[in-house]
């Protein structure tokens, strides 16, 4: 009886016991360690990732400068009436896509004469009625042209001291914050000098160790290492000086404007010797006419055309008003040359590299184009309102307001914008601008800041 018991119990036992898991064999085990390999390094792949689009985007803050105010600008000419009289008929409306050539007033009656105040009657002194009322209108044409090629000089003339006399500012600022760098490298470099003669006497003595006074030593040449490059980087800031007070010109913008100023003066001297043509054509015209006045009440009828193809920007007058010579009637805008600019910060224009492309992003558009930088000028509160050959007034945004200010000019290529003619090919569409800067050392020792 007792014994049927035990085996019972054992058998129990020996069923509650469960049966060994197979041991994994040699493969398995190295299918798994090479699954743990490639999580592991697509973990460590994932954060180096991570951290290597950090640094690139810190990267990129330190070496880039973006404007959100940026705007779509152009150029319009403004068509002045060249004598009196009562406008006729008024064809321009703005938005209206016109060619060269094309009839967009009519002016009359008109005198045959031109006003004694108009520059042309002063230089035809004695002038009676003039028997071609076209080739006078012309004539005036011609020389209200030459009118505005001379404030286009005067107005680049401008710019370009301005430009000269901010760069020469900078370099000189530039070229004074290298000597104060020398003066304290060289102040520097005499302590670790004097630091590691001291040691080098106590070593003698066996108060240092042979370890201090190597390291003070190699702290000494570092110190004289500064000096020579803080000297190189004066010298180098000395000839930038040197070079811009002798108007050498060192930055693609200064070489622009002085291009630009030579192409002024080409066509001040055509324009001079075709008003000089047309004075003569004039004067023996006159030798054949009688030597009295048309009567004021002629028919004769003045039709004023556009000089370019461009679109009517703007109109200052209608049908059935009268008007005094120089009035401007319309204005038109070039959609062949437009560009973005912006205001910025002096701070801001002072960290812009103009060598480097411009990112331009429109507004409504996900493609950048790429630009480049035409000129950046100071500009004051009272330059903003000045009569200007521009569709537009740049804005002034609410943060820089009451400080100093600077105007950036971007030049673009040709985009779908200018097609769009009856939106002024874009003219006031905002964009945002990215402007690559100088080394964020350079900043840094300058005291900008990114506002």
């Keep these: 009886m007792v014994k049927t018991t035990f085996q019972e119990v054992d058998s129990d036992k020996a069923a509650s016991i469960p049966e060994k898991a197979p041991e994994p064999s040699s493969g398995e085990t190295q299918h798994r360690s090479w699954q743990r390999?490639?999580?592991?390094?697509?973990c460590v792949s994932l954060g180096l990732l991570a951290v290597g689009i950090g640094i690139a985007s810190i990267s990129y803050r330190l070496t880039h400068l973006s404007i959100g105010s940026g705007l779509i600008n152009g150029?319009?000419?403004?068509?002045?009436?060249?004598?009196?009289?009562?406008i006729r008929d008024f064809y321009a409306r703005p938005g209206v896509e016109v060619k060269a050539g094309q009839v967009l007033t009519r002016l009359g009656p008109l005198p045959l004469t031109l006003?004694?105040?108009s520059p042309v009657a002063a230089n035809l002194p004695n002038l009676p009625n003039l028997p071609d009322q076209t080739a006078a209108v012309q004539l005036e044409s011609d020389q209200q042209t030459l009118d505005l090629l001379q404030q286009q000089l005067q107005e680049l003339e401008n710019q370009y001291q301005a430009l000269q006399a901010t760069t020469v500012t900078i370099a000189a600022e530039t070229a004074d914050q290298s000597q104060a760098?020398?003066?304290a490298a060289i102040a520097e470099e005499v302590a670790a000098r004097k630091k590691y003669e001291r040691f080098r006497t106590l070593l003698s003595a066996g108060a240092v160790s042979r370890q201090e006074v190597d390291e003070l030593e190699a702290v000494w040449k570092i110190a004289q290492a500064d000096v020579q490059q803080a000297q190189s980087e004066q010298a180098i800031a000395q000839v930038t000086v040197d070079a811009l007070q002798q108007q050498t010109p060192l930055h693609s913008a200064t070489k622009d404007l002085q291009f630009r100023r030579r192409q002024l003066l080409q066509e001040i001297q055509a324009q001079t010797a075709r008003i000089n043509l047309s004075e003569s054509e004039l004067q023996a015209l006159q030798s054949e006419v009688e030597q009295t006045r048309i009567p004021a009440g002629n028919n004769t009828i003045l039709p004023i055309s556009a000089p370019?193809?461009?679109?009517?920007?703007?109109?200052?007058?209608d049908a059935g008003e009268q008007v005094d010579r120089s009035n401007v009637l319309l204005s038109l805008l070039d959609c062949n040359d437009l560009w973005v600019e912006a205001l910025v910060s002096v701070e801001?224009?002072?960290r812009i590299n103009i060598d480097q492309p411009v990112r331009v992003q429109l507004a409504g558009q996900t493609d950048t184009v790429i630009g480049t930088v035409e000129f950046i000028n100071a500009v004051s509160m009272g330059d903003l309102t000045k009569a200007?050959?521009?569709?537009?007034?740049?804005?002034?945004?609410?943060?820089l307001v009451n400080r100093p200010l600077a105007r950036v000019r971007v030049?673009?290529?040709?985009?779908?914008v200018q097609t769009q003619t009856h939106q002024f090919c874009g003219v006031g569409q905002s964009a945002n601008l990215t402007f690559g800067t100088h080394s964020f050392v350079s900043a840094w020792l300058g005291g900008f800041t990114n506002p």
């Design 115 to 117: 006003p004694q105040s």
């Design 181 to 183: 760098a020398i003066a």
């Design 348 to 350: 801001q224009a002072n």
């Design 411 to 416: 030049r673009i290529p040709p985009t779908s």
């Design 75 to 86: 150029r319009t000419v403004r068509i002045q009436a060249p004598v009196d009289g009562t």
């Design 388 to 399: 200007r050959a521009e569709a537009l007034l740049p804005a002034v945004p609410a943060k």
């Design 37 to 42: 390999f490639v999580i592991g390094g697509a």
């Design 308 to 317: 370019f193809d461009g679109i009517v920007y703007s109109t200052q007058h």
